[in-house]
């Protein structure tokens, strides 16, 4: 129950569905709630690398927390590639293309790895 709650289950279908990653100040006021909420749950103080250390997976040591200021781009980037066939075979005059380089734009500001697939602009 509290990983389905600490969780992105419900949010993550409006990150898929809408370009939030262009409101990084609301994305972190969730994050935000969400980090007080896990440190009254756990009766812990959550701020700098305690937050960090629980946003990681379980796996490694972490709570499992996504946080959504981190998500969001890729979630909706993944959403784009996944119905692009099919938004062309239904609106072929639909511009896709600024909506996928607007987010690979944005995507070195995110993290400072490399674009995941070069190939993907256009």
């Not at 909506?99 to 070069?118: C, I, Q, R, Y």
Request: hydrophobic fraction near 45%.
């Amino acid at each position: 129950m509290l990983k389905n709650f600490l969780g992105l289950p419900k949010l993550l279908y409006v990150l898929r569905c809408s370009p939030n990653w262009k409101a990084p100040a609301a994305l972190q006021t969730f994050d935000d709630l969400l980090r007080r909420s896990v440190a009254e749950i756990t009766n812990k103080s959550m701020n700098g690398f305690t937050w960090l250390e629980a946003s990681l997976s379980v796996s490694m040591g972490g709570l499992g927390i996504r946080r959504t200021e981190r998500i969001a781009l890729p979630a909706f980037m993944a959403s784009i590639h996944s119905v692009q066939a099919l938004v062309l075979s239904i609106y072929p005059e639909s511009d896709l293309d600024s909506v996928v380089n607007d987010g690979l734009d944005h995507w070195p500001l995110l993290t400072s790895a490399e674009l995941p697939v070069p190939a993907l602009r256009r």
